[in-house]
């Protein structure tokens, strides 16, 4: 089950403008109502604290404000210390009693949804930090729908990451208007999603996921790519993916020559480094990294007509090496990233501050794109950290579900 007691239950009611006006009555929300959104990402936790208003039941509320944070390391870094990564989670509910008045606690719901980071920790492990941190929501005065805290399947990680853009750049319910397709790069897994206005060929036909919302269905194509995240990436690319033996060295062309370090992921050391005797740069890099794209994800033709919103390391990347601006994002083409991967790994051999990881990444991020979902060179990406002052993430999505599971619970 993809949500448990939170499952959304698909609402038969009018267009979007009919979902809150019954979602307001059904909660006796007089004008006011807030929800809390937790994203328990590989490598960081987030809370998401949106406002919504209702001038009257008439109209529909709007979302009026959301309220964003963020710690590190991410829930995964604390694998067998549970007890101190669902304190991490308690440092952001402690902003959430500041921010919300107390008259509205009982009243707004709490949930955290995990992503790739805890997929990939042995289940126990997951299990135990989510009991922490489901302990720490039942004592503390918000609203908790029981089993709210759990792994999200990465198909509605993608899902709702598309209602989220879609939403905030007014195609949800803009009938006419033609939606925008979603990449998301995170640390353990990757995701991609569109709303299809092609006949897709019978091997894309798998990723199609039926979605209901605000009264409309739609056919989407969504995958999550689990270990196809930047930093799982990392590892593939390095042969170290699944590596248990902490001692020994994994080397690759797309790092410093001289480099040699150790880096804790998913709760394992792993030691990596450079290769001072071999050809690095660009090409002996990009060669390494196809060995871990080639042939593993589905191409479906029509993304390279369509326009995509980017975000996450996509964004986070672009920022690092200058080619977006760090606040209003920007538009770039898919070679944009090559050229940018080609120059960084050009020069890795000269002293820099930057992460030695940064010509892995951009090569990486540009093998995905291309060799990976079969973009083109051309093709415009929008990279997007917020759109209308809200984050680009899939919790906005999870927020309409959870407030419209909450209308249609049995009382
Ligand atoms: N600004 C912003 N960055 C985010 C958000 N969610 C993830 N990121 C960034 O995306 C990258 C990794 O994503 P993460 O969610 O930790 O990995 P995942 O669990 O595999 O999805 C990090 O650089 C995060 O800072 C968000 O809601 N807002
Ligand atoms: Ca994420």
């Known amino acids: 089950m993809l949500f448990s007691s939170c499952t959304f239950l698909m609402s038969q009611q009018n267009h979007f403008q009919n979902f809150f006006s019954q979602v307001s009555t059904s909660l006796n929300i007089s004008n006011i109502f807030y929800g809390i959104m937790f994203d328990a990402g ?12 209702q001038k009257s039941s008439a109209e529909p509320p ?3 404000n959301e ?17 101190q990564g669902a304190e991490t989670v308690r440092g952001l509910l402690d902003m959430a009693k500041q921010t919300i008045p107390s008259t ?3 009243s707004t719901p709490v949930v955290l949804k995990a992503t790739a980071g805890l997929r990939l920790l042995p289940e126990q492990k997951a299990q135990a930090l989510l009991s922490e941190v489901q302990e720490l929501f039942e004592e503390s005065p918000f609203l908790v729908p029981d089993e ?18 879609n939403f905030l750049t007014g195609q949800l319910y803009d009938q006419n208007q033609r939606t925008v397709g979603i990449l ?16 897709l060929k019978a091997a894309s036909e798998k990723y199609i996921s039926p979605f209901e919302m605000f009264n409309r269905s739609y056919k989407l194509y969504t995958h999550s790519y689990l270990g196809f995240g930047l930093k799982a990436a990392r590892l593939a690319i390095l042969g170290a993916l699944g590596g248990k033996d902490e001692s020994r060295m994994y080397r690759s062309s797309c790092l410093p020559p001289s480099l040699k370090a150790e880096w804790k992921f998913g709760g394992i050391n792993y030691k990596y480094g450079g290769m001072a ?6 090409q002996s890099c990009y060669a390494e990294v196809l060995k871990v794209i080639r042939e593993k994800l589905d191409q479906p033709a029509e993304i390279r007509s369509r326009t995509f919103y980017a975000f996450s390391y996509y964004y986070d990347r672009a920022v690092d090496t ?9 538009i770039i083409l898919v070679k944009d990233f090559e050229m940018k991967a080609n120059k960084v790994c050009e020069a890795l051999t000269e002293t820099n501050t930057g992460s030695p990881f940064l010509c892995m990444d951009l090569t990486y991020i540009t093998a995905l794109l291309k060799e990976g979902f079969g973009f083109y060179d051309h093709t415009e990406l929008q990279l997007k950290k917020k759109v209308n002052n809200i984050e680009t993430s899939w919790t906005l999505g999870a927020a309409f579900h959870l407030i419209q599971s909450l209308r249609t619970a049995p009382e």
């Open 42 to 53: 590989s490598t960081g936790t987030r809370i998401h604290i949106y406002t919504f208003m």
């Open 104 to 106: 509205h606690w009982s």
């Open 67 to 83: 309220i964003f944070e963020s710690v590190k390391p991410g829930l995964s870094a604390y694998v067998d210390q549970p007890e």
């Open 148 to 165: 709210c805290v759990s792994i999200m399947n990465g198909t509605y990680e993608g899902i709702l990451a598309w209602v989220t853009i």
């Open 322 to 330: 200058g080619m977006i601006d760090g606040d209003q994002g920007g």
């Open 184 to 199: 998301d790069l995170g640390g353990a897994s990757t995701q991609i999603t569109f709303l299809p206005q092609s006949t």
């Open 62 to 64: 709007h979302l009026d």
């Open 277 to 282: 005797e071999e050809v690095t740069g660009f």
